[in-house]
């Protein structure tokens, strides 16, 4: 069972092949650069890798315009290079993820070039259209501010098509059971080539079935059950992991009747009031969160992260919360996107090294599995000249070399950081490898506590009243073994006083520093936390060594 469920237990990092590392010298990242660079995850502890879109693409959103789903993009390699990195990867036994974009295409892509050709071409029905302008038009942006409509007039076709998204990127109809059978192929393709699963975007777009001036479309769940059927006939222990910024309830569903649904999914609701905690040091609404994304079937499972390759998105926050938030990590308007979230890095946006170890340690410390985005291990930095989500894509920063070691070209696929506290120079793995309490040794240590403590991604939890309004207590429990977890929101330091006595955890051994805890007389235990401090224990049942009263 263990293996099969191989997920609880993983740490995944996410990367972009064309900003991580560039074996030709020609400024954008490749598949020959990522397998140079296995050794580097491996020795971190990752055994799992999620990589973002690499098929041909004209390249106008990040490779999520994809025209090619059975191909690797010209400027990441070959499918020979696809292949041998999967090879090396084998080898070390990290797992891969790829994304799979299957709610639209790129309008350069074959199917929709033929969908345009006439009413009765073959692929005619593979999209949305509508030959009168809906009433709907423009609404439903998911780039509200950049994205001007959800329904565009295609001349050769003579109607509108749907995009939910950019209107270079026109949404598949799913309900042509067509299409269906082409998303299986994709992922069999890929399944194949030994993936371990996929990121799947945008799922509730996938979900839906637009039709024009339509209010709300159903949701069509029977589509991701489908999914996941196919999925196990293929690859038995292979995953589904969701990106659904969904409300808590809504989730249910998504994670299916007994788990037959997708196995993980980012858990965005947790994640934005983790800032908004991060953000005040009120931990109330965050404990509100975590209780309300409790999973009911145990193969089920949340993705916990801190940054990923888009904005911060804080669209859950009520208007108060979100704008506490903006005022602390991102008070500058050229800073927001979208109106509703943060284009930074978390390094930057967090300010320093004591909150920074803080939020990676509450992430690695929450019921699900830890994500971590390229380059946060080292602190890497952003760049907020560039366009929207482009500020947190910039290459990945291995050493002081030109170009920051990621590639020898002149001209890269974005600038590397070269300024200020965050540049290169200052900021980069080759020098963090040597410097024992670097950002980036610590972070390896944290990975390997977090893979010893499997009952986090195991057991049952529940959250510790520690007494104080700024510490969060969780304790966990799995085949005997319990763990308790705290961490402190507060610039002060603060004293918890816990009475363990009922559950007999007399002795509390700290996982990160030499020091034991043991129950007084009155069975309490006094832990203290520095400012923005955390503490992990494993807790012993000694109450057999202990006198009887």
Known sequence: MTEELWYKNAIIYSLDLETFMDSNSDGVGDFGGLARRLDYLHAMGIDTVWLAPFQPTPNKDNGYDIKDYYGVDPRHGSSGNFVEFMHQANKRGIKVIIDLVVNHTSDQHPWFQDAR????????????????????????????????????????????????????????????????EEIHRIMGFWLELGVAGFRVDAVPFILESPAPGKAKSKQNFEYLRDMRRFLQWRKGDAILLGEANVLPKESKQYFGEEGSGIQLMFNFYVNQYMFYALATGDIAPLVEALEATRVAFPVSQWAHFLRNHDEL???????????????????????????????????????????????????????????????????????????????????MQWSDDKQAGFSKADKLVHPVIDEGPYAYRHVNVENQRREPDSLLNWMTTLIRLRQECSEIGWGDWRLVDTGKPHVLGMHYSWQGSSLLIFHNFDEKAHEIVLNLKESKEAKLVDLMVKYVSVADEKGSHHITLDAYGYRWFRADDISHLMKKD
């Open 117 to 180: 050709s006439s009413e009765d071409a073959k692929h005619r029905d593979w999209y949305v259209w509508s030959k009168e302008r809906p009433s709907d038009w423009n609404e439903g942006m998911v780039f509200p501010g950049v994205q001007e409509a959800t329904w565009t007039y295609d001349k050769a076709a003579k109607a509108y098509y749907f995009h939910r998204f950019y209107k270079f990127q026109p949404d598949l109809n799913i309900d042509n059971p067509k299409v269906r």
């Open 313 to 395: 998105d804080l669209g859950r926050l009520t208007d108060e919360q979100r704008q506490k938030v903006f005022a602390r990590f991102g008070p500058e308007k050229y800073m927001q996107l979208y109106d509703r979230g943060i284009r930074r890095r978390l390094s930057p946006m967090l300010g320093n090294r004591q909150q920074t170890e803080l939020a990676y340690s509450l992430m690695f410390s929450l019921p699900g599995t830890p994500v971590i985005r390229y380059g946060d291990e080292i602190g890497m930095g952003d760049d907020l000249s560039l366009k929207e989500r482009d500020a947190v894509r910039t290459p």
